[in-house]
Structure formats: C-alpha cells, structure tokens
C-alpha cells in the first residue's frame, strides 16, 4: 500500500515541509530509500526496523520503496526515523491511524523503541500553528518548545508504542494545546553576579549602564585581575527583559543547536544569553556553519550579549567575521544547495589588557614591554573593529583597602531600573523605525534625536576635532551621548552628556 506521511527538514533556522511516501508491496523483500537522504537518514532504515520489531510489529516480508519529497532538498539528521516508522507500519497494514493526514511527525528512535528529542522543533511549531486541526506528533522531550507556540495542537509520547496507542485511540483528550509564553515563570538566574559585590569601581559600572541602556558595544582595558570579566560577567542582571518575540527568537536558534545527547529537559531561553567563548573558538563555532549547518555563539547570543575575553587572543579572520553580524544584525552562510541565514544581533562585549604583560596602566608594577610589542599587540584589534565599539573604557586596578571602606555596591536591581526606563523611552522614539536602540540608529538619526542646540553641536564638533574622530566616530558618540541623555530622562543632549561619552574612547576611532 501506498501511504505519505508528513514531515519537516531543518534548512538553517528554516523548517522545510517533507513527505515521506512510503510504499510497501508484495515481491522479494526489499528497501529502496531515495530523495537525497544523508548518512544519518539513511541509516535510520535499522533504527526503524529494530523499533518497530520492539513493539511486537514486522514490517520486513515486503519490497518497500520510500521517497523522501521535494527531491533537491537535502534531508539531514535523525529526525525523520519517526515519520518513516509510521509509514512502514501503516503502508504494511500493521496498523490504522484514523485522520493519518492531519498529523506531522519528527522524532529520532532508538533501537529499542524509545523515541529521542530533534533540533528545531520551535521552528515547525511556528509554522504549524497556522494550520489549524494539524496536530504535531512529537518526543516528550521536545514538549517544553512545543509548548511555547500559543494555539499549537500537539501530541508528545515517550516511545514508539506510546505514540501508535495514541494514534490508534484517536482521542481529543490526548491532544495537547499549547497554551505559550505567559504560562511560563521567569526563573532569576542565581548565577549571574550581583553588581553590589562590585566596589570601588563605580565608572566601570557607570559605563555598563550606559551600554546596556542603548545596546551599545563595549571594550575593557585594564590590567590582569582588576575586575573586567567580574564587571562584564554581571551584565546580564542589569539587562532589561526579553520581550515574547525576542524569547520565541533566540529559544528558536538554541532549538536548532540541540546536539545528538543533550539532556532531555531543554528549556525556553527567557533570559538574554551571556555567550562567553573561548578565545581559541574557530571561526565555525563563532559564526557558525559547518557541515550540519549549525548556528554558532554569535548567533546563540541574538538578543543578547557576546564576550570575548582576551580579545586580542581572539584569532584576527575570526573577529573580522564578525564584523558582519555587527553591522546586519545577521550572518549568512552559503552552502551548495542555497545560503542559510541565521539571526545574529548581539551587543559585543571584549576585554583585553593595555599590553602584553598587562601592567602599563598599572601604577604599582612595572610594565616590563617594549613599545614595539605595546603597539603590535593593540594592532591586533583592527581599526573597523574598534570603530564599532561604541564604549570603551580603562579599568583601573582597585584598592584592596577600597572593598573595606567603601562597603556594598549600588546592586543590579537598582541599576536595571534606570536600564529599563532609558530603554522604554527609546521603544518610543523608534516606534515606526526599524531600530530598537540607540546604538542601531543610522548617522542621520543620531544627529535628528540627539537634538542638540547650537552651542552643544558646536562644542561637539570641535572636540570631534580634537580627538580626531572620523565621520562614524563622531555619531557614535552622538548615540551614546543621546543614551547618556535617555538615563537621566532629558530631551536635548547636553555638554555633560557629550563630555561622558567622550571619556569612553579610550582608543581612537
Ligand atoms: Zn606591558
């Protein structure tokens, strides 16, 4: 008998409708498996066989013929061992599914029957959800990202046999509906530091704020052990919340990096996520790609913040990739059957030290570099680079006596506040643009709403001058000026905000 079952194929972010045709005839036994599979699909021939065989089924006296359709697409992964399952048992008579068309099925099985969670399962529910009385036939596993798409109607099972019994029973009760977002608690992160714990460094602090409050880039350049990754890893707590758009997007690019074995109980990203990799990260775990198209860091932090600690470790053609998710807000990878383009809009975080040993800002130690080396290694950060970094700043070495005195630091909560209210305020004011902060507007903007009166444009060209900024250097400091400007709840930019946001160019651009 002849039956097709429907499926999806991961293309990048993108989910791809396929069907599985699956015949099965009387004749010498046989398997004929076409329509572009890769390894992994094409083995799922034995996985599917085995796991049917767990269920007390046998599907093997026939010549089975399966197409996997749009021909030219290239079917990867496991995903389709489910699909392909219900399609031998169904089109060899073993079992009867009532309404089999109104069911799309992914899901990985193992050997003995038990079915295993796929990547990408939020892309398919969000493009299911439109279609109303499909109902999407998935592991138990994935339920946590089925669930985030409001009105979905899905079923879950643990295992093969799990999910004919359902099937079979064709019950209303078994089918779930997704009831999205709202349902779902905002757990606080108790591992991101608190700002309070952070003494003696208030123009750190100060600096983060303003970069957080429009999404502005940021450098820190300090000396080894004076606070720069303590400083950048409390960030996350003064971010403002994601909005449901911004959760669905970036919990729909971890969906799609879900590797073969991850534990089983993937959660929805409700928090911005602080990407921190390692400064020997290839340039395919950075930007992504590879064989299986998967998305990289700079990606998993859309929405959120990318840190590159040690940045002029960070190896040079990597960072220049980076350049174009800075500017586009995405990455775009091409591979022979089309180009994948993965969302990637972040706010880049870096930290480095001021030489090769570290100490030049240092008034205690010596800095023990030759010039040439102090210069090599700045070099190593190219100038396009830092010229899109908004923020950056020195961070002096503290005081061991400072934590005694000064006592607990202004916390994160009271900070995020202050970000909350500046960020509401540009929602306003790009209401009907395509930005979403300060540090997304283009140059004519920036001039528009920085809204300067004379004399304060004056005075900010003339020290534009003086410190030899370019063209791009000069509006960016007019965006963080406005942002300096949004924190304190002003209109007009003034000469205080601009001379702030001069002091955060450590480093000329
Ligand atoms: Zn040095």
Redesign the pocket.
Known sequence: MFRRIRSYCLFGIKAVPVSVEVDAAQGLPGFTLVGLPDNAVRESRERVVSAIRSIGKVVTGFRTTVNLSPADLRKEGSALDLPLAIGMLVSTGEIEIPQLDRYVFVGELSLDGLLKPVRGVLSIAMNLVAERDCVLVIPRGNMQEASLVEGLHFVCANSLGECVEILERNSNQDVKIAKGIASYRVDVDDKVPDFKNVVGMDAVKRALEVAAAGAHNFLLVGSPGAGKTLCAKCLPGILPEMTEQEILETTRIHSCARRAGDSDDFKPVMARPFRSPHHSASMVSLVGGGTRLLPGEASLAHNGVLFLDELPEFNRSVLEALREPMEEGEISVSRASGTVVWPARFMMGAAMNP??????MDPKRE???LPEA?KRYREKISGPLLDRIDIQVSVPPVDAAMFAVKGRGESSADIRRRVCAARAVQRERFRNLPFKSNAEMSSEYARKFAAMNPDVERFAVSAAAKMELSARGYFRLLKVARTIADLRGAFAVDVMDLSEALRYRAFKG
Do not use: K, L, V
């Open positions: 030489c090769p040993c570290g100490y030049s800095c023990t570099c102090r």
